[in-house]
């Protein structure tokens, strides 16, 4: 990592620099942000800008084009769970994880899901094997955490949500249910560990890895809240490592109380697994919560501004969807 203090001149340069070209409400703009700075190759800085001030025409174009397109490929997505019967015939034929058709169908889908929402996704993070299983650990800050790591086929894994959501509208738990991943009853202690315990050893001789949210609900400040136990439990039952998995920027793109996030980059940083045979449940969760902690403290390596780009995939699917229908009712 390099040093961007060897590529700034000098601070008497900089303050004079500073004075003679800029007003002081933009200096002042300037120092605020300046907690938010990251380095690039050759050492210079840029700022790291997590959403961009894209209009509200376009913030609602791809609000309503996300949510359209969510509710509008659900009964497809119903519709292809059959499939799931096939799954023993192609691990049979030796095909991994994420060429399983229902992986796919997920993969696609939430790409699709994150383009129209205009949201990037960039992985930081390496040796990370995805034919080990873990339990991946992330932090839980908005709704569409879930589909990031769906987005990526290395993340052949299993999500646990709660039963409660099974019969919830829009009925997305029951969808995830027939997907094969896990629902838990939160309210009762000893079935909700025992339902993670028998699925950790299931998924570990599927070779799949458990994707889980330890905090267990969402965040409301963007902070870490205290961690469940249940999901180390997992791990240390099924005999596996703990990979803590941070996102950044999500918080800041879909602040609490809006509509729908703003368009941006998050960031995924993959951190270390974590060997849990060395480690109490009590010790794990201090390994994982520190690791995560430390993690989010330090501002994403990777280097890039955010664009504002006219929302084209919503207005795509929009129109697409106005088209059919016409066709169905002119």
Sequence with gaps: RCSCS???????????????????????????DAASLIPKE???????????NDGRVAYWLRCVGTFGYLFSTMPILYALTPLRL???????????????????????WSKVLLKIAQLDVVVEGDGFDPTIPTVFMFNHQTAIDPFIPQSFSQF??????????????????????????VAINRSNRESAIKSL?????????????????????????????????GAFHVAKTAGVSATPVVLLGAYELWKPGTAFPNSGTVVMRILPPIDTSEHSVEELMHEVRTAMEKSMADPPRTSYRTRVVFPVPALMFLSSVALLLYKCFA
Aim: glycine fraction near 8%; charged fraction near 20%.
């Design 86 to 108: 096939t799954h023993y015939l192609f691990r049979v034929l030796g095909f991994p994880n994420h060429w399983l058709p229902l992986d796919v169908v997920s993969t696609i």
């Design 197 to 229: 315990n028998k699925a950790g050893r299931k998924l570990k001789k599927l070779g799949r890895s458990t994707l889980i949210f330890p905090e267990g609900t969402r965040s409301r400040n963007g902070q870490l809240l205290p961690f469940k136990k």
């Design 6 to 32: 060897q590529q700034q001149p000098p601070a008497e340069d900089t303050k004079e620099m500073s004075s003679s070209s800029s007003s002081p409400k933009e200096n002042a703009s300037a120092s605020a």
């Design 42 to 52: 050759g050492g210079a800085v840029v700022p790291l800008d997590w959403n961009i």
């Design 156 to 181: 052949c894994g299993k999500f646990v949500f709660k039963r409660e959501l099974i019969w919830q509208p829009p009925f997305l738990g029951l969808l995830l249910w027939a997907y094969g991943h």
